[in-house]
């Protein structure tokens, strides 16, 4: 019964648990490089790639181009793969831009009709130069299950949020950032070794990952 | 005397020298990319310490940590349950899944789980639970154990893969090539995952002050298994608590290097209550943990975060494999943990199965002195065969009084020749299986200095 | 200096031309050097066996011959360690941990010397016991990461193998890995340490080593035992043997 087991691991941890250690504070690590470059030859390690840091003018532009190269050489997907969704925050900061037919991700929607995405675009809030990881939170993407359905991945990144390491990217979230429900580093594309130790792209979740930089302000960007 | 178990189980597999070497390779293979990134990391030691620091602080104030937990947990929509044992984690989730008439169940990566032999217990139950990371994939369908923490199929080949994946799951005879293998799987586990009534989850860390667990994979095999079904079931030691999201970025940091070498995993989720239209059910879990950090000697061991380094690193673990081991965990952290368990004499026997050499310790990210604990453990509960005790006994008294030690010193050096020949009760036939004993020695100093000492 | 001689059981009984060349090493050098010849064992092995209370006596025993002395040296780092770590463990206190060293250490760190005029013109290997490196620190175990003040550079045996003439030294991959020895785990689990032995011996031959050396003279006989039994490998040589090379006899 859970209730008695509560009290029972309550009373067996307090008798292990004497309050004598003492906390050692934050750990301050030196500052690496945090600029585009580390974080692109970073991202390049873990399967991924880097592209810009484009002008604000620029970012749709690539994004379309981009999109339509990861959609146009996936010939492993099914026929009724062909979707392109952004996330609302995607979609603002790349305006309407010509050429590119794609969806905005609506609230609400079932988790399961992210099945047939081809690619995905989101916003990231940080960045880590030390690995190439993004953060994407529920405030971007409230359904979570468009981030691992979608068989390519695009991330959208603000050059001045790329942090030189993972205690300084978590140190520059919004205070919120829990709230939403989730929180998601993304680190490079779905991964598998399992097989004799081959690394394999694209094991359960996107088979490609791109991380799309721009300087300065684009479209509505709330932040 | 038997050989302790792990010595006979390894002398099964030991003879098949290709094999063993193969293992060894990829296995210390994890180590050297671990030793690469370590090297690129300015602070290493430093973030090691801070993150032993870390781990030692939670543990100590671990019933705050709890009961913070619960409650955020609790305010962000969560459902919270405590398991006293594997039996209750087994009730609970069984309970929770019957309730909703679940069948279809996906599971990622928890060792917790396997200790617990959840995925037997939900089949009494006529529960199908699908394993999604492609490693335990393997071995579940190969109704093996896991053999390694990260790689869980680190000890079969790709066309043994193959086989096995033809036939279980129907892919074409024949297919042995790792790319096209992983995406047949993806294939028929995205089905898997599509379909599933409910997602069970481990959690690397739990998060006290925001009541959030943290999951870290590589395949994004649990963030399909959280955001799909409407039923998320968390499953988690309690050792896992830390205290904020500030203490995180040590422990990641450390994490996905120590592991394989990554800078960071794919995915590292931290997930606030259930997903919009879904339930989140937690389930803290004791069996024996509670008992651990009682125990001042041991429970430094509950600080591991459950990286594989010790394992990639560990000269016995990679040439005995992971199945010489005793479930669930293999290697020194399986080693340490298992006495504690009480599981018997397969468990107790195994930090004998050790030669002491630290690398383990030297490794371990949360710089659990693995090697002390398991030379503590035989002090606790020496795995003495039947006579051994009396000679052991009697081997301190005649070392106690020299007299008596040079006396037996002599009697070596006579019956050298035949200890040096395999014969059936021969003292160091241990010794002799593997190596010949060296060259007979001569006189000892002890007598050269005494002689040396009359001439002069 | 008064330098009290520890000559471990084994190699008392098992490697007595390592103890004979460690006192020589230690009186060229100009120490003073003591020998007790009632000194029997230190309790590691009933230690390494969880056998507490026998280890304990004999602990007891041990730290009463070599009370009083400015230094106490032997050529087995797994001794050293077990002094050093767990002699206060076992509730022994006083200086006896503090000033017990394995030779080469005593002689890089506590006396400053490398140089001895020894000369042994062959191809030498280390072996990178696991006592010496990883509790003894006597050289950077390479599992170590990055740390602000770390030892960093060579170890003592590396040190003083560097000043022998013509000897050349070479190294073999995984340099520090665990020979399979282990004190009771080579009785007890005798195909898994063989096993791991043959690998380091392995590495050894492939690095074109003929003469293996070390802080350990455990280790060595355990090198040994495989290479007659297996029929390759480089030759296992105490480290007191070799820089004792120089010394007229």
Redo the contacts between chains.
Sequence with gaps: M??S??E???A?????????????G??R??A?GSGFESFAT?LA??GGLAHGPFAPADLAGCVANLARARADADH?ADGDNERIVASHRAAELLGSEPGLLLETASP?T???DY?NVRVAILSGEVG?A????VAVSGADT????L???SRHLILLLPAAEIAA???R???ALPDDT??H??????????????????L?Y?????LTTDVVVFRGNCGHDPR | MRAPPLERRARRVLPNDAAVARHDAAVYDLRRRRDAAAARVPDWEALREHARALKHYSLDHLDTLLLRFEKRALAAGADVHWAIDAAALCDIVGGLLEERGVHRVVKSKSMLTEECALNPSLARRGIEVVDTDLGERIVQLAGEPPSHIIVPAIHKSRAEIGALFHEKMGTPAGETDPERLTRLARRNLRQHFLQAEAGITGANFAIAETGSLVVVTNEGNADLGMSLPPLHVACLGIEKLIPTLEDLPTLLRLLARSATGQAQSAYTSLVTGPRPGGSLHIVLVDNGRSRLLADPTHRASLACIRCGACLNTCPVYRRAGGHSYAPPIPGPIGAVLAPARGAGPESDALPLASSLCGSCSAVCPVKIDLHEQLLAWRGEAPQMGLGEGTAIRLAALVLRHPTLYRRAGRWLRRAWPLLSRRWPGNPVSGWLRGRELPAHPGPSFEERMRQRGSSQ | MRVALFVPCYVDQLAPDTAMATLRVLESVGCEVHYDPEQTCCGQPFLNLGALRETRGLAERHAARFRGFDAVVSPSASCVATIRAHYPKLGLSGMLPARTFELGEFLVRKLGRTQLGARFPRRVAILQSCHGVRTLGLARASELGPAGKARAGPGTTEQLLNQVTGLRLVTPERADECCGFGGAFSLKLPEVSARVGRARLTALQECGAEVVTGTDTSCLLHLEGLRRRLGFGPEPVGLAEILASGIDP
């Design positions: 859970s209730r087991d509560r029972a691991i309550l067996a941890v307090r008798r292990g648990a004497p309050h004598r250690q003492p906390h050692p934050a750990h690590a030196p690496l970073s390690e873990a492993d609400g079932r988790p399961h099945a880590v030390e690995s190439g990881a409230p359904e979570r299950s981030l691992v359905l390491d993972l205690h990217a978590f140190a829990l709230a429900h989730h929180l998601t580093w993304v680190c490079g594309p779905s991964k598998t070794a399992d097989i004799e130790q081959t394999v694209g094991a359960h979740g996107p």
